[in-house]
């Protein structure tokens, strides 16, 4: 598809809705429905169009293994580093009253940086999965050459 016009300009007008669609379920996720595996979800599914309409190495160059390695531990650190500071804080693990002088909001807080820890490690994690299922056609053709006589 990298050589198809439309494909590409409909991906570079969608793309952006798609990212602050994402925004949009994470922050109203203390409201209504949504929340951090479903932001974190559209956030992955944003970069996967991405990569489909305008290839893989492009996608990789944008959110590369490192960073999403990285993003993996940040995400998971910060869901279990709310509840050790809410232990710290004289609470029970993830008890969110404790994070403000005022439970109401400390609850808010609580649920607010859980929730971007779960969005974090989500999206990181849907796109290592896509990554690695992406990387197998090109494994597959190496073991091909390789058989052939044709590879190192």
Same mark, same amino acid.
């Given at each position: 598809?990298?050589?198809?016009? %439309?494909?590409?300009?409909? #991906?570079? !007008?969608?793309?952006? $809705?798609?990212?602050?669609?994402?925004?949009?379920?994470?922050?109203?996720?203390?409201?209504?429905?949504?929340?951090?595996?479903?932001?974190?979800?559209? !956030? #992955? #599914? =944003?970069?996967?169009?991405?990569?489909?309409?305008?290839?893989?190495?492009?996608?990789?160059?944008? @959110?590369?293994?490192?960073? !999403?390695?990285?993003?993996?531990?940040?995400? @998971?650190?910060?869901?279990?580093?709310?509840? %050790?500071?809410?232990?710290?804080?004289?609470?029970?693990?993830?008890?969110?009253?404790?994070?403000?002088?005022?439970?109401?909001?400390?609850?808010?807080?609580?649920?607010?940086? %859980?929730?971007?820890?779960? #969005?974090?490690?989500?999206?990181?994690?849907? !796109?290592?999965?896509?990554?690695? $299922?992406?990387?197998? =056609?090109?494994?597959?053709?190496?073991?091909?050459?390789?058989?052939?006589?044709?590879?190192?």
């Amino acid at each position: 598809m990298k050589m198809q016009m %439309v494909p590409r300009v409909i #991906a570079k !007008l969608l793309i952006p $809705f798609i990212l602050l669609f994402a925004l949009y379920v994470q922050f109203h996720g203390d409201f209504g429905p949504g929340g951090g595996f479903q932001a974190g979800v559209i !956030l #992955a #599914a =944003a970069v996967i169009f991405y990569g489909l309409i305008y290839g893989l190495p492009l996608a990789r160059r944008a @959110v590369p293994d490192s960073l !999403l390695e990285v993003l993996i531990a940040a995400g @998971v650190l910060i869901y279990g580093g709310v509840g %050790v500071i809410g232990m710290l804080l004289g609470g029970n693990f993830l008890d969110y009253f404790v994070l403000d002088s005022d439970p109401v909001h400390g609850q808010h807080r609580g649920i607010f940086w %859980v929730e971007v820890g779960v #969005a974090v490690t989500v999206s990181s994690v849907m !796109l290592k999965i896509f990554y690695m $299922f992406a990387d197998r =056609a090109n494994l597959e053709d190496e073991d091909v050459t390789d058989e052939t006589g044709g590879g190192t």
